[in-house]
């Protein structure tokens, strides 16, 4: 498992609310339009798959970032740590 960070532009609300709804189901809102997700390959291409049938990608930015070092936090929340099970 890998720890990522996906954000996102989106300019639809419509749109937007789904894609959220989605990455919510993955993972951690840590910021409006930051989510902070543990995923496998195979979850990883499943949410893009999925994510590609939510955006128009003409207009919409998704981004996911491996996040390789040691997450700090100054201020509120604490990061996603990797789960201690895994649901197939």
Known sequence: MK???IVYDI?????RDKVATL???Y???????????WLDGAQKMRLREDLLEL???????????AVAEEVETLGVG????????YVI
Do not use: K, M, T
């Not at 300019?11 to 749109?15: Q, S, T, V, Y």
């Not at 993972?27 to 997700?37: I, P």
């Not at 604490?78 to 099970?85: A, C, D, R, Y």
């Open 3 to 5: 720890h990522y960070v």
């Open 27 to 37: 993972g951690e809102r840590v910021q409006l339009s930051v989510f902070e997700c």
């Open 11 to 15: 300019p639809d609300d419509g749109r």
């Open 23 to 25: 990455l919510a189901s």
């Open 78 to 85: 604490e990061p996603l740590q990797p789960p201690n099970s």
């Open 55 to 65: 955006i128009d990608i003409a207009e919409d930015a998704v981004r996911f970032y």
